[in-house]
């Protein structure tokens, strides 16, 4: 039974240390608070969008982001690697790209070109010769830096929603 205890304080011990993610928080991070911002576009969950968040404040220094799910869920992670957010007032810009392959295009085998899953995740995979991209946002909206989309985070804050206009 004392080993049990004493392993049991150990984890967590670990935990407080360094979180679920196992990494220690860097210098200077600030409590962050776990948020979710729910994007929809026309009243429709947006997928596969990116969020950059940019603070009011130019003390701090974090970057805040998320990727929207299938129900156009994000969950916020700050620095890449840890879930939430500091507290305060952010600017959003949010990316959705669309890609279709330009009519008639074939590959240099002489195959009609398609986009698979992975190209999809990676778009970075996808030869321009053949695929024309598009943005479902208007410009305005995706850099955080000018974009009218504000939320604020609080201690309090667990779910934010957020309408995206279309192009």
Sequence with gaps: MKKLCLCAALVASCFLTFGCGGKPKPDGMPDLYKTTIVVTQNGAPLA???????????SLKWAVGGKTDANG??????HGDFKGAPAGTYRVGVVKMEYEIREGAVDDEGNPVVITEEMKKNP???????VNSFSLIPDEYTNPANSPLEVTISSSSSEIPLEVPSE
């Design 124 to 130: 970075a995979t996808m030869d321009v010769r053949y």
């Design 48 to 58: 596969d969008a990116a969020l950059s968040l940019q603070s009011d404040d130019p």
């Design 73 to 78: 869920r994000a969950e916020l992670t700050t």
